[in-house]
Each structure stands twice: as structure tokens, then as C-alpha cells.
């Protein structure tokens, strides 16, 4: 089962992370610091109904790894590898496979928006 990270809310939309949280994933190794600031899950409010995903609950994350990915810190982790990281991390935080593949599916087709790498 997947660790929570302890992030509190800052901001409307901004959290902010309390203590220093990695996670492990295929070989990568990925150290989120204490103080890291995202916006959590980016779901849009019409999707909850569709995928049952809000912005927080069990995709947290899974949502954290993926913005610390998609803004670079993952040095040579691709935009494909950052999202399939997304479904796995959902899936192992309890999330069912079919709504994970939602979520998966949103950020394939909308994620380049906000890709740094």
C-alpha cells in the first residue's frame, strides 16, 4: 500500500508538503522535499462525476509524485513514464483500476499543457 504524504492546504488550490516523502517506482527513486508546493490532483470538477476521483482523498500521491515529475525534478523521466507512474501509484493506493485508467486518460490527453521536461 502506497504512503500517504503529509500535505496540508496553503491556498486555495496550493498545498504545500510538511515532511520530506519518497516514493519508489520502477527503479526510480523520487525524494519530494519538505516545503515542495503543487496543486494537487488537477480533476476537473465534471470529471469527479465520470472517474469518482476528487482532488484529494487516495490520489494524493500519486498526484504529488506526478507534479513533481511533470515540473522536472525527475531528471530523464519522460512525460509518458510520468503519467504511466500516475495510473500505477493510483492503483497502489487503493484506486481501482478503471478509474485510474480515467485519470491516465485525462493526463495523456491534456497533460502536455503542463509538461516542463
Do not use: C, N
Not at 40 to 64: E, M, Q
Not at 78 to 107: C, F, H, K, N, Q
Amino acid at each position: 500500500m502506497l504512503i500517504q504524504p503529509d500535505i496540508r492546504p496553503i491556498a486555495a488550490r496550493t498545498y504545500r508538503v510538511q515532511e520530506a516523502w519518497v516514493v519508489h517506482w520502477r527503479g526510480w527513486t523520487i525524494p519530494v522535499p519538505e516545503g515542495f508546493q503543487h496543486d494537487g490532483a488537477s480533476v476537473p470538477r465534471l470529471a469527479w462525476t465520470f472517474s469518482g476521483l476528487t482532488p484529494d482523498g487516495l490520489i494524493r500521491a500519486a498526484a504529488l509524485a506526478h507534479d513533481f515529475a511533470y515540473r522536472g525534478f525527475v531528471p530523464g523521466m519522460t512525460r509518458r513514464e510520468a503519467d504511466v507512474m500516475l495510473y500505477d501509484l493510483m492503483v497502489e493506493a487503493g484506486i481501482s483500476r478503471p478509474r485510474a485508467y480515467v485519470a491516465w486518460l485525462g493526463v495523456r490527453t491534456g497533460g502536455w499543457l503542463s509538461w516542463k521536461g
